[in-house]
């Protein structure tokens, strides 16, 4: 079974930085891909980045980047530049999105 | 982009009754739906996943009688909540898969709010 864990159940950004939320994932699949999830309290899950186990390099998206490090198999996306609008909950999950993590509440500051 | 349309948003029911949830894919078929359940503050449990014209695949400790799931055409999956009880009031959502930036991703229904009274 995967496992995904994200150990901060909640944070905070002020307004204009960057910040980054961890997670860490156990698989025994050679290749996988990770991706991060946005859930704004209206409660749908916008897809936000993917990155493949196989990828040379770190995924971005606009704001949203992907620190991706294979060996201590941990996938911690970084939003730059934060906005209000990001404030909501961001869940990892891995491949076939059977696993998702427990989540981190982010809540930008003015 | 794609987009799953899921209905109702919102929904109170009394015990004892059953309440039918559903997810239209718009613009493209699904031939696979995800359904999920999220307690408040907390991850999505994979509860089972449907298939166009086969049974569906429950999870461990999913109750398959209690909650009925139909995937009858490439666009429709429905999840019926049977015989409702106060413990099922729940969040659900579906998803289905490759339908994000790139293929990547699983688009997913914007939930529907279950209330058991």
């Known amino acids: 079974a995967q496992k995904i864990t994200q150990t901060q159940p909640g944070m905070f950004v002020q307004e204009k930085e960057a910040v980054t939320l961890d997670c860490t994932y156990d698989?025994?699949?050679?290749?996988?891909?990770l991706f991060w999830y946005k859930q704004p309290s209206s409660g749908e899950m916008i897809f936000l980045i993917y990155q493949g186990s196989y990828d040379q390099q770190n995924a971005t998206e606009g704001r949203y980047s992907l620190n991706f490090q294979k060996a201590r198999k941990s996938a911690n996306l970084v939003i730059s530049a934060s906005q209000l609008g990001d404030s909501a909950m961001y869940f990892c999950?891995?491949?076939?999105?059977?696993?998702f993590g427990t989540g981190t509440s982010l809540t930008v500051i003015p | 982009g794609a987009v799953v349309s899921q209905h109702p948003s919102r929904v109170i029911c009394k015990s004892g009754t059953s309440v039918k949830i559903e997810c239209r894919s718009l613009d493209f078929q699904a031939t696979t739906m995800f359904w999920y359940r999220q307690f408040p503050k907390q991850s999505l449990m994979l509860m089972a996943t449907?298939?166009?014209?086969?049974?569906?695949?429950?999870e461990q400790g999913v109750e398959k009688d209690k909650f009925l799931i139909n995937h009858a055409s490439l666009t429709l999956s429905t999840l019926t909540v049977t015989s409702a009880h106060p413990e099922d009031s729940s969040f659900y959502i579906c998803s289905a898969p490759g339908q994000g930036l790139y293929g990547y991703g699983y688009t997913f229904g914007s939930g529907t709010r279950l209330t058991v009274v």
């Open positions: 449907s298939n166009e014209g086969s049974k569906a695949t429950y």
């Open positions: 999950s891995t491949g076939n999105q059977f696993y």
């Open positions: 698989t025994s699949d050679p290749s996988y891909g």
